[in-house]
């Protein structure tokens, strides 16, 4: 919960919206989680292991556009 928190944070300072959204979906999982309104289970870890993923490519991303026009396209996988 902690770490995507950070995350979240970092990412709204520094105006990655699709990083601040997908977080904060996957901060509420771990919220329920933490409250006992949900079991960490298999399907909730294998959207951890997607958001993981979705990260790495995000800030790839973000990278490359930060060098070009700074012009960053949410991906097709975050907005599903």
Not at 6 to 34: D, Q
Request: aromatic content about 8%.
């Amino acid at each position: 919960f902690r770490a995507v928190h950070s995350l979240k944070g970092g990412s709204a300072y520094f105006t990655l919206e699709e990083m601040t959204r997908t977080s904060h979906i996957l901060e509420n999982y771990f919220s329920e989680v933490r409250d006992g309104k949900r079991v960490l289970d298999r399907v909730l870890s294998g959207l951890l292991l997607r958001y993981i993923d979705l990260q790495k490519d995000l800030l790839k991303r973000a990278r490359v556009a930060s060098q070009g026009d700074g012009m960053l396209e949410f991906s097709d996988e975050s907005i599903e």
